[in-house]
């Protein structure tokens, strides 16, 4: 495995001379077909690009339609066969609000103790996490807690690299400070790496309080259908999905091979996953290993996490995009899906511009009918929107949660500020490091019976094949998922078609 490193000084590139480019190219076809016909190029430029778009998620909507609940059906494939030892890390900066629940989920996770070790990295809090992560580590020995100095740098790249120059073992597994594992989930992540073929797997992220605000519900219905919905059938398809940065495990001598988590980088998972690929390597989705996190509550703090999300996202674009092209270890097919991929931060921006163009048409700028722009319009929305609906009928999700959807509309026009705020200032160099999420409280409860049971967004199932037992982890999960994980052998999961644990072998 060759490693594959983006370059870097320290400070943003700035892409000013490509902005004149645009500018240029944009001006003189201008000069030489006029501002009509030059913005009806665009729109049918854009009503191409939104096009291929739309099929994309559509693909994935039919393929989680198709498959997901079979995998989830036939879940319980050897979860006892591979036992690797084990190092979970977490970075934790200001995060006394959730910290106590944090390491009690980590106590409860069900791994032999022998194999298994618990660092969490203090990454210069001055909230007190500090002195409750020793209060802790003092009650139970088998948490080691790194202590960073504040102004370390590298953010949550940084505080991961600190932890893995601590360890020797086969398997890392990464959580962030507000999330709350199920007891199993080291298990169903780690009994992938019987593939030698897997360097990462991801888990699936739940939403805890979704109830809590409108725009934590939107958030609780975007991840559901994204992990349900989008990221399966990027695996069932391509088998292509993404390394997550939480709830997910990496191989210890993939990390050393291609240097750690880039400190250069504010999106670090979508880093990872992109150098993994590239050296040849492949990520494993499993829907079945769950935790539980808290959402955004509030506008502000959704601007700044997406803003994150976003300006890493579009850099590691600029960063791979011609690495991605020139790979020897993709095929075509796969390019083709992971360039997409790469532009999913950048479709936004482009969508800002197609609304741009319908409103220029309506005052008469741009030769092409106003009913011509009607496609470009809803190709804008039709492809999320069923990713969307999907997920809320894989999950379960009660009909009242399905007016939900309506805050798609305002989070999806905020979305395009926000990426092309991003866009811009990732062009002009401005500086930017790594920003944590500002947590809103102690929200939710580890496999609590009333915040996950009696979630207004999800409905239980009561018949008797369905029971849920409400007094134990598994019984939450199975609440919050809305599906019952039946056990099944690898003849039972190749009867059904299984496009994830099919793969999954017995030793």
């Known amino acids: 495995m060759r490693a594959v490193r983006p370059t870097s000084s320290g400070r943003p590139k700035s892409h000013f001379v490509a902005i004149l480019v645009y500018a240029a190219i944009t001006a003189g076809f201008i000069a030489y077909f006029g501002l009509g016909r030059t913005a009806a190029f665009m729109a049918w430029g854009l009503m191409v ?17 198709r498959w997901v609940e079979k995998d989830l059906y036939a879940a319980d494939v050897g979860l006892s066969d591979y036992v690797p030892t084990v190092a979970v890390f977490v970075g934790c900066k200001d995060e006394v609000l959730v910290v106590d629940k944090l390491v009690r989920a980590l106590f409860r996770l069900d791994y032999p103790a022998e194999s298994l070790q618990l660092i969490i990295v203090d990454d210069g809090s001055s909230d007190g996490t500090g002195e409750r992560l020793d209060y802790w580590a003092e009650l139970d020995g ?62 699936r992220c739940v939403i805890r309080n979704g109830n809590e605000s409108q725009l934590a519900g939107v958030v609780f219905i975007d991840f559901l259908s994204g992990y349900l919905v989008n990221e399966y059938g990027r695996q069932a398809l391509y088998e292509l999905p993404a390394y ?19 400190t250069e980088t504010v999106t670090e998972d979508t880093d990872l996953t992109i150098r993994v690929l590239l050296a040849g390597g ?20 959704f601007w700044k996490q997406r803003y994150r999300w976003a300006r890493g996202h579009q850099k590691c674009t600029r960063d791979y995009l011609i690495p991605t092209l020139r790979s020897p270890n993709l095929s075509w097919g796969e390019k083709a899906e992971f360039v997409m991929f790469l532009f999913i931060y ?21 030769n092409i009918p106003a009913v011509a722009l009607l496609p470009l319009t809803l190709l804008l929305f039709l492809g999320p929107l069923a990713e969307l609906t999907v997920g809320l009928l894989l999950g379960r999700v ?14 999806f026009a905020l979305s395009i500020v926000i990426t092309t705020w991003a866009y811009v200032d990732g062009m002009l160099g401005r500086p930017y490091s790594w920003v944590k999420t500002t947590r809103s409280s102690e929200v939710g409860s580890s496999y609590s019976v009333t915040t996950i049971v009696n979630n207004p967004l999800m409905r239980r199932r009561t018949s008797d094949a369905a029971r849920v037992e409400t007094k134990s982890s598994e019984g939450a999960l199975m609440a919050t998922t809305g599906l019952v994980m039946r056990s ?16 999954v072998k017995s030793t």
């Not at 199993?184 to 990462?200: I, M």
């Open 49 to 65: 690009v939104f096009f291929f778009f739309f099929v994309r998620h559509l693909g994935f909507a039919i393929s989680a339609a």
């Open 398 to 411: 009660e009909r009242r949660g399905a007016w939900h959807l309506i805050g798609f509309l305002p989070s």
């Open 488 to 503: 099944g052998g690898l003849d039972e999961i190749s009867a059904v078609g299984s496009r994830t644990f099919a793969r």
């Open 142 to 203: 088998r948490l080691t807690v790194v202590h960073r100095p504040s102004g370390a740098g590298g953010g949550k790249s940084g505080a991961l690299n600190a932890a893995l120059e601590l360890v020797d073992v086969e398997i890392i597994c990464v959580f962030d400070a507000d999330h709350e594992p199920a007891g199993d989930v080291l298990r169903r992540l780690v009994r992938h790496f019987l593939d030698e073929r897997v360097d990462c797997v991801m888990g």
């Open 244 to 262: 997550g940065g939480a709830n997910c495990a990496v191989r210890r001598s993939t990390l050393v091979r291609l240097g750690g988590w880039n």
């Open 346 to 366: 950048h479709i936004p921006v482009l969508s800002g511009l197609g609304i741009v163009l319908t409103a220029a048409r309506l005052f008469g700028i741009g």
């Open 282 to 301: 492949r990520v494993r989705y499993d829907p079945t290993a769950v935790d539980f996190e808290e959402a955004v509550l509030v506008a502000r703090r």
